[in-house]
């Protein structure tokens, strides 16, 4: 079994900053792509960022320049820092990530996601 559990999320102005953290545990051998997703209300799940094994990167056109992924691959983290937030950034973050587990299993996990909300 393998666990996505993602932190970080909260309520911040426009303008803020916001990092997440995705921490993979479990069965685990090595993790080909972390990535971040995001759901607003009424609206289909889209992807924000991801970032593969290599060192590739790849972002939604709608958050490029102000948001920034990365991992720790000791600690099987990943990490969105989000910056100059806007309102429809609000959504909820899911984090995802392509995982090689010990058994020789390729399967894509899921967190439970984390609300990020852009207000005044």
């Known amino acids: 079994q393998v666990q996505l559990v993602e932190s970080g999320g909260g309520l911040v102005q426009p303008g803020g900053s916001l990092r997440l953290s995705c921490a993979a545990s479990?069965?685990?051998?090595?993790?080909?792509?972390m990535g971040w997703y995001r759901q607003a209300p009424g609206k289909q799940r889209e992807l924000v960022a991801a970032?593969?094994?290599?060192?590739?990167?790849n972002y939604g056109d709608s958050v490029k320049g102000r948001f920034t992924i990365s991992r720790d691959n000791a600690k099987n983290t990943g990490y969105l820092q989000m910056n100059s937030l806007k309102p429809e950034d609000t959504a909820v973050y899911y984090c995802?990530?392509?995982?090689?587990?010990?058994?020789?299993?390729?399967?894509?996990?899921w967190g439970q996601g984390t609300q990020v909300t852009v207000s005044s």
């Open positions: 970032l593969n094994s290599g060192g590739t990167t």
């Open positions: 479990g069965s685990i051998y090595s993790i080909n792509v």
């Open positions: 995802n990530a392509r995982v090689i587990e010990n058994s020789g299993r390729n399967a894509v996990h």
